[in-house]
């Protein structure tokens, strides 16, 4: 993992300068992005192993420790609102910022080293948790923190990367993906079946297993991305618009934006009438609390939009970008490229599917394959500790597939290898139902793993080449929100059908995961793409190319 192989025009770190905005266009240098080596792409997205190793063991064993510290199945969803909640209010935030950010550390780093520390301190005090509410609390912390160091990675991939490599660096980042999450998922099995360590506790006690788990956790986590910001380095503000020169200026941009004061006005009104009148039908009808989450977002969302129609009230075109931070996620959300509303389509089916695994997978396998529901009991924990083997295996059968998805799209186009993968992560979960055996639980993960491997590089690799060089940042902050969204609806209605559909049985919020894996594999067919092909030089993981539904090549 040398950090020798550094390009030419970045031998030495740039010296503090203006944004290139503030220049003359008339005095700036058109210049083409030189391609990156392998181990500057692999030095690039190295931190992301220590992300994922914070995510997998979140993910494998938050619901264990809530059930532990007395939360019931139904109430796991509600728990579990940190995550998405967290990532819908942070992710933006930290996009606009580091989009105006260059010191020292260049633009994405500070923010990759300021959410790893942060981190780590709440993975070392999540496990001591005396009670349900400090445990919930710390998953906050902890979702903030992870999405702090983790937005500017995607961003980071799109600054440093010419349009031909960018395949390559999401494939990169979902290869270390899969790698932290197989170690992180199976660390509590590999402690107590090799290491002795116990997996059980007294009732109300977090098991030790999962306490030396989250320590080695964040020691990792803290270490990689360390290894990012020192092994790597950013290109100035001046040498991206350089390399950018040709696509249009954010402050050209925002001349073209048809979205009026009245509008947002209009609509304000609109989302806060109709939050209100689904709130007082939740309170009216006493429904499930957790629909509470859904009317009190819908609202939310109108306060929003009226205090952009006040501060676009007055103000002319041309300041149309220099109204603020709210304004400007907002306002960007609301003028996206043609490919986000239609990815949007796309990640919502996907994430939806995935936050119904997550957070019920181990109450699936333990109620539906074990046989237990009492987490004292051995069958339970032996479950749950099988659960973090599972998800292990499918985050290592993700590192695999993320090598040969280019090899795929070559051959059959970026949108249908997206839909044969996610075919396989659909049919997948469905037979979670039909396979009794739970030793033979790992074959559905093979098509899980295909799956969440084409879910965090397709998707970003389709809309990164539209972007606007200068707002990387928000975009990719924005582009979570339909990640986040499906993840909040969820959280809200996942417990209310299972109750009232599927007398409270978990196993039927992994079928309905699957079925909703292939829709986004059919909705992904309708996604209008247009990107720019590699040159003979550049190449993926494995040195092929990926292709799109309508490739264009571009003459710089």
Sequence with gaps: MSSNHQPASRQQEPHQQEHQATAPKATRVFKQQPELNFWQIFNMCFGFLGIQFGFALQNANVSRIFQTLGASIDEIPILWIAAPLTGLLVQPIIGYL???????????????????????????????SPTLWIAAGMLWIMDASINIAMEPFRAFVGDNLPKS???QGYA?????????????????????????VANTAPA?????????????GGTVLLLAVAWTVVSTREYSPEELAAFNAKQIDAEDETLS????????????????????????AIWAQDLDKQLYILSLGIFAFGPLQLYCALRLGNSQPAERNKLGMVFSVVDDLFHMPKAMHQLAIVQFFSWFALFAMW??????????HFGSSD???????DGADWVGVLFASYNGFAAIAAIFIPMLAKRIGIKLTHTVNMFCGGIGLISFFFIKDPSLLWLPMIGVGIAWASILSVPYAMLSGMLPPQKMGVYMGIFNFFIVIPQLLAASVLGLVLNGLFDGQPIYALITGGILMM??????????????????????????????????????
């Excluded at 009026?260 to 709130?279: E, I, N, P, R």
């Design 257 to 280: 934006r048809i979205r009026s004061a009245k509008k947002y006005q209009f609509a304000s009104f609109v989302w806060m009438g109709l939050g209100a009148l689904l709130t007082f």
């Design 375 to 381: 987490v004292l009991s051995k069958a339970y924990n």
């Design 204 to 216: 109300g006690e977090i098991a030790d297993s999962v306490r030396y788990a989250f320590y080695f």
């Design 359 to 368: 957070i019920y997978t181990t109450s699936a396998v333990t109620s539906y």
């Design 165 to 167: 490599q960018r395949t």
């Design 519 to 556: 829709c986004a594999g059919i909705a992904v067919l309708f996604v209008e793409q247009e990107i720019v092909v590699q040159n003979e030089q550049s190449a993926g993981l494995n040195g092929n190319t990926p292709l799109s539904a309508k490739a264009v090549n571009k003459v710089n």
């Design 98 to 128: 580091s989009d105006k950010t260059w010191g020292r550390l260049g633009r994405r780093r500070p923010y990759f080293l300021i959410g790893a520390i942060f981190t780590t301190l709440a993975i070392f005090i999540m496990p001591h």
């Design 172 to 196: 990169m980042q979902s290869f270390f993906i899969g790698i932290g999450a197989v170690v992180a998922s199976a660390l509590p099995y590999i402690l107590t079946h090799f290491f002795n």
